[in-house]
């Protein structure tokens, strides 16, 4: 089931008939919000001007000049570079045969070309694609709808759950991951129109779902795509589909920032809750340790699971003042930078020059600040059970200030039911 309109299935609409595909094949899971006539204006690259990307464009080539062959290359590459879906040419009239070098760029451009004899009725034509988006874009909404009530809705008893589940082959009692998909448009405002980016994003991650055969619903609140992912066999390939998207929205987008996590697999319905809260931990941890992949999996996040999984913070607190009151003063009153060296030299093994060399210091510079170390936290820094409780002592510093969160959302789902209810 395909998430949103692709321009493969232009091809598989009973109604149209003599639509022939010229080139740009790989190209077809392009996504078709809409279909455009670029016939209003006098010069036919004009008429893209208001394009927002994804459009099916179609041309009969009446407002074509007098060097045809040049005037559809430098229309084809400005529509790739609108981001557009598709082009449909209607030949016959005004282009008797569309050029091999057009062909060959939409190819090269993996943007599907199509051709379509001057007899065909174009207002039938856009009619009937116009038909199947709208069919499309309701299954999406309601697959959207659903997976929102799973999560955060009423969805009702049993006899109202089972017969959904099975519609996205799905039981109540399979084992479930949810993960969040996070998009930072700080940066990328000023370059990108937001609406673009997410709707691409949304269909890039439904697609690559798609493409692996895992099993998924999907829901997007703000800025945020939440993924439920049954988890059977072809699960094994979630990384590798969150790497796809990851590197091609990154090419297509350089300036966007993803952030993903994935939330602890639990067996039923009644569990999406936990894993939905296990991966905003993943998300916090990821945003707090800043990996090179920004991708966390709550499996992966260790001792932060201990620690995020404290409800009263004062007890975190307590912990982290108690162990480094004496250092936080001094570095206060002396503008010096204790705590950094304390938590560079434990980084780096508790040895001495790769240290000195980080902070940029001499090793006696940095001999010296240890001893002070060592004087006001009265404890042997060396020894590795102290390593344990100040490396412990650190991770709680980080969770307690760390960079803006993401918003919880209100759960107020009840399934009324309690076989399954949360």
């Known amino acids: 089931m395909s998430v949103s309109f692709q ?21 077809l899971d392009r996504v078709v919000r809409w279909v455009y006539v670029a016939e209003a204006m006098e010069n036919i690259s004009m008429t893209l001007d208001w394009l927002i990307g994804d459009e099916l464009v179609i041309i009969t080539g009446s407002n074509l000049k007098e060097n045809v062959t040049q005037e559809l290359l430098r229309f084809i590459q400005r529509c790739n570079d609108k981001f557009v879906a598709g082009i449909v040419v209607n030949t016959g009239r005004y282009i008797p045969k569309l050029p091999p070098e057009a062909v060959a760029l939409a190819d090269d451009l993996h943007l ?31 697959i959207n709808a659903f997976m929102n009530d799973l999560l955060f809705g009423d969805i009702g008893g049993e006899e109202n759950l089972l017969p959904r589940l099975a519609r996205y082959g799905m039981e109540p009692n ?14 990328a405002a000023r370059d990108y129109n937001s609406y673009n980016v997410k709707n691409y994003l949304w269909d890039l991650v439904g697609t690559s779902f798609e493409e692996y055969g895992v099993t998924k619903l999907l829901t997007n609140k703000k800025d945020r ?12 390939y979630l990384d590798q589909i969150l790497s796809y998207v990851i590197t091609v929205m990154s090419g297509r987008y350089p300036k966007l920032t993803l952030e993903i996590g994935v939330g602890r697999a639990f067996e039923g319905m009644e569990n999406l809750l936990k894993s939905y809260q296990t991966a905003q931990q993943a998300l916090k941890v990821l945003r707090i340790e800043k990996p090179d992949f920004p991708v966390m999996y709550y499996e992966n996040i260790g001792l932060y699971s201990l620690l995020l999984s404290v409800r009263e913070s004062s007890v975190l607190q307590n912990y982290y003042n ?8 001094y570095d206060s009153s ?37 001893d002070k170390i060592k004087t006001l936290l009265g ?10 409780r100040i490396k412990m002592g650190f991770m709680i510093g980080r969770v307690l200030a760390p960079p803006p969160d993401i918003p919880e959302i209100e759960i107020k789902h009840k399934i009324k039911n309690e076989r399954f209810a949360i």
């Open 112 to 142: 599907p070309l199509f051709e379509v004899p001057w007899e065909t009725k174009l207002v039938e034509f856009t009619k009937d694609i116009g038909a199947a988006i709208i069919d499309s874009s309701l299954e999406e909404e309601s």
């Open 225 to 236: 795509i939440i993924f439920l992912a049954k988890c059977d066999q072809r699960y094994r």
């Open 174 to 187: 399979d084992k479930y991951s949810i993960g969040i998909i996070n998009a930072d448009f700080s940066e």
């Open 322 to 329: 108690n162990l480094f009151h004496a250092l936080l003063e």
């Open 334 to 370: 002396n503008h010096t930078e204790l705590m950094r060296t304390l938590e560079c030299y434990l980084n780096n093994n508790a040895k001495l020059a790769p240290t000195a060399h980080v902070l940029y210091i001499h090793e006696n510079t940095l001999k010296y600040r240890l």
């Open 379 to 388: 404890v042997n820094i060396n020894d590795l059970h102290e390593q344990f």
């Open 7 to 27: 321009c493969r299935e232009i091809l598989t609409i009973p109604t149209i008939r003599n639509l022939r595909l010229l080139s740009g094949a790989e190209g």
